[in-house]
């Protein structure tokens, strides 16, 4: 079955930016997208399409997707952005999620 | 404002069963994909179930196909999984969600509901 994998944690400096790989198998033949999840709250679509922010979504969030790897970049990172995000692709009739990537803001 | 409400969790024995509805509200249910996704406890999302917007097509994870079943109601804007067969590790967090796009599907999930926790214990 398919996999995606991400790092289990990134730290970042409030300001500065933050960016988290999803690796997969020719991941850059699928559409990528990415979700933020705070505690005790539903997922957040944050990328959608590789690239695309959905509505209200802050600009600083950005995505990309080649070869092997789909990125998700947070710059000028803001203590709220502090959560976990997953990725995740459509492969052989089911969605596969990421392994999850903890950001912390300090 | 659009709105997915989950119920019909709860505390089940091993090999029981649990009915798990999603009711929508604000948008036009018919037009869109649906999907079920858990999260066990303190892990992370795991996709489990979709149904296209026509109840035509159907997908499952292996870890539930021949266990769980997926349906909609489009006349009630409510989607259900029929859960059977239950084992400890289905205890997770069930969400329902909307696949984005309507029908050209954009493979991702613009809105999700606040979950509705299912405990499979003895």
């Known amino acids: 079955s398919y996999e995606l994998t991400q790092p289990p944690s990134v730290s970042v400096s409030p300001g500065q930016t933050a960016s988290i790989t999803c690796s997969g198998d020719?991941?850059?033949?699928?559409?990528a997208c990415w979700y933020q999840q705070k505690p005790g709250q539903s997922p957040v679509l944050v990328i959608y399409?590789?690239?695309k922010r959905p509505s209200g979504i802050p600009e600083r969030f950005s995505g990309s997707n080649s070869g092997n790897t789909a990125t998700l970049t947070i710059s000028g990172t803001q203590v709220m952005d502090e959560a976990v995000y997953y990725c995740?692709?459509?492969?052989?009739?089911?969605?596969?999620f990421g392994t999850g990537t903890k950001v912390t803001v300090l | 404002e659009v709105q997915l409400v989950e119920s019909g969790g709860g505390v089940v024995r091993p090999g029981g069963s649990l009915r798990l509805s999603c009711t929508a509200s604000?948008?036009?249910?018919?037009?869109?994909?649906m999907s079920w996704v858990r999260q066990a406890p303190g892990k992370g999302l795991e996709w489990v179930s979709g149904i296209n917007w026509n109840d035509a097509s159907t997908g499952y994870a292996d870890s539930v196909k021949g266990r769980f079943i997926i349906s909609r109601d489009n006349a009630k804007n409510s989607l259900f999984l029929q859960m059977n067969s239950l084992r400890a590790e289905d205890t997770a967090l069930y969400y329902c969600?909307?696949?984005?796009?309507?029908?050209?599907?954009?493979?991702?999930?613009?809105?999700w509901g606040q979950g509705t926790m299912v405990t499979v214990s003895s």
């Open positions: 020719k991941l850059g033949d699928k559409y």
């Open positions: 995740q692709a459509w492969d052989s009739s089911s969605y596969v």
């Open positions: 604000g948008f036009s249910f018919d037009d869109f994909a």
């Open positions: 969600a909307r696949e984005g796009g309507g029908s050209s599907s954009n493979q991702a999930f613009d809105v």
């Open positions: 399409q590789d690239t």
